[in-house]
Antibody, heavy 121, light 107 residues
Framework: EVHLVESGGGLVQPGGSLRLSCAASGFTFTNYAMTWVRQAPGKGLEWVSAISGGGLRTYSADSVKGRFTISRDNSKNTLYLQMTSLRADDTAVFYC??????????????WGKGTTVTISS | SYELTQPPSVSVSPGQTARITCSGDALPKKYAYWYQQKSGQAPVLVIYEDTKRPSGIPERFSGSRSGTMATLTVSGAQVADEADYYCYSTDSSVNRVFGGGTKLTVL
């Protein structure tokens, strides 16, 4: 069974940094691109960042470009999101999800339960 | 930028058919996907590539697409189907968009 478990969330002051992790199991990790999606309290879903299976290609939403860095360690079956210069509007639940390639673009088929990031002084 | 528009809420009685729409200019050329998110839980894929149902999703969930609109239909809606539903589509690896979400109430 495919399983994704996020960790690393917490309370951070504005301007601070945090690294999220997502441990994957139940599938061949290196064969899949992976994605981070976030959800601010009471709001909808927002795609954040994605990375190819080999880790060579990364993509990010304009709202986090230059502040968040996605990476992966295929030897550990783990996805990461390094977040810097955090702002109050980054407060959200962060989900990792597995990407499926349609031949034209990606969609997410399996999601983790999420980890909560709170930015406050 | 690419946008998807959903109604904020849909309400039906148990056993009735619920229809949730999603409109977007690129939908005539791109597939729509639907995610169900129950309160306090992670999203779950219920429809992919407009009409396909992942394994384990009940048959009462179906999808369609025509022109600039995609529709998620829940036939014989149950109280257990109460959730937020999000449509999703994309036209590139960086332009991935969710609709604003629709709260389905069954009571």
């Amino acid at each position: 069974e495919v399983h994704l478990v996020e960790s690393g969330g917490g309370l951070v002051q504005p301007g601070g940094s945090l690294r999220l992790s997502c441990a994957a199991s139940g599938f061949t990790f290196t064969n899949y691109a992976m994605t981070w999606v976030r959800q601010a309290p009471g709001k909808g879903l927002e795609w954040v960042s994605a990375i190819s299976g080999g880790g060579l290609r990364t993509y990010s939403a304009d709202s986090v470009k230059g502040r968040f860095t996605i990476s992966r360690d295929n030897s550990k079956n783990t996805l990461y999101l390094q977040m810097t210069s955090l702002r109050a509007d980054d407060t959200a639940v962060f989900y990792c999800a597995r990407d499926v390639w349609t031949g034209d673009y990606f969609y997410m088929d399996v999601w983790g339960k999420g980890t909560t990031v709170t930015i406050s002084s | 930028s690419y946008e998807l528009t959903q109604p904020p809420s849909v309400s039906v009685s148990p056993g009735q058919t619920a229809r949730i729409t999603c409109s977007g200019d690129a939908l005539p050329k791109k597939y729509a996907y639907w995610y169900q998110q129950k309160s306090g839980q992670a999203p779950v894929l219920v429809i992919y590539e407009d009409t396909k149902r992942p394994s384990g999703i009940p048959e009462r969930f179906s999808g369609s697409r025509s022109g600039t609109m995609a529709t998620l239909t829940v036939s014989g809606a149950q109280v257990a189907d109460e959730a937020d539903y999000y449509c999703y589509s994309t036209d590139s690896s960086v332009n991935r968009v969710f609709g604003g979400g629709t709260k389905l109430t069954v009571l």
